[in-house]
Nanobody, 122 residues
Framework: VQLQASGGGLVQAGDSLRLSCAAS????????MGWFRQAPGKEREFVAAINWSGGRTYYADSVKGRFTISRDNAKNTVYLQMNTLKPEDTAVYYC????????????????WGQGTQVTVSS
C-alpha cells in the first residue's frame, strides 16, 4: 500500500489542523493505521493508531484529549484532527500502515507516507 500524507502547515498555539493520509490499494480497510511524528534531533514517536474498522483507537499520553484519529475506508483515508496545538507538537508527521492489530511501535509498521510538516508557533 502507498500512503500520501497532507494537511500540515504553520499555525499558532491553540489552533487546529487536520491531517489526511490517502492510501492506494483495495485492501486499505484491512490495515491498522498509525500516525507518528519526528521533531528535529529526536526519534520518531507514536502519536495515535486505529484498527481496521475504526472501532478502536489509541493515543500517546501527550496528545490524549487533543488529537483524534479516524478513518474512512470508503475513501481509503485516515485522518488526524489536532486541536489545541502546542509548540511541542511541532514535527514532521507520518502516517503508517500495518497488518493485524495497531501498535505503538515504529518498527512494526510496514508502510510509511512521506511526512507532512506541522509547525506551531508560540
Amino acid at each position: 500500500v502507498q500512503l500520501q500524507a497532507s494537511g500540515g502547515g504553520l499555525v499558532q498555539a491553540g489552533d487546529s489542523l487536520r491531517l489526511s493520509c490517502a492510501a492506494s490499494g483495495r485492501t486499505f480497510g484491512s490495515y491498522a493505521m498509525g500516525w507518528f511524528r519526528q521533531a528535529p534531533g529526536k526519534e520518531r514517536e507514536f502519536v495515535a493508531a486505529i484498527n481496521w474498522s475504526g472501532g478502536r483507537t489509541y493515543y500517546a499520553d501527550s496528545v490524549k484529549g487533543r488529537f483524534t484519529i479516524s478513518r474512512d475506508n470508503a475513501k481509503n483515508t485516515v485522518y488526524l484532527q489536532m486541536n489545541t496545538l502546542k509548540p511541542e507538537d511541532t514535527a514532521v508527521y507520518y502516517c503508517a500502515a500495518k497488518e493485524f492489530r495497531p501498535t505503538m511501535s515504529v518498527s512494526e509498521y510496514d508502510y510509511w507516507g512521506q511526512g507532512t510538516q506541522v509547525t506551531v508557533s508560540s
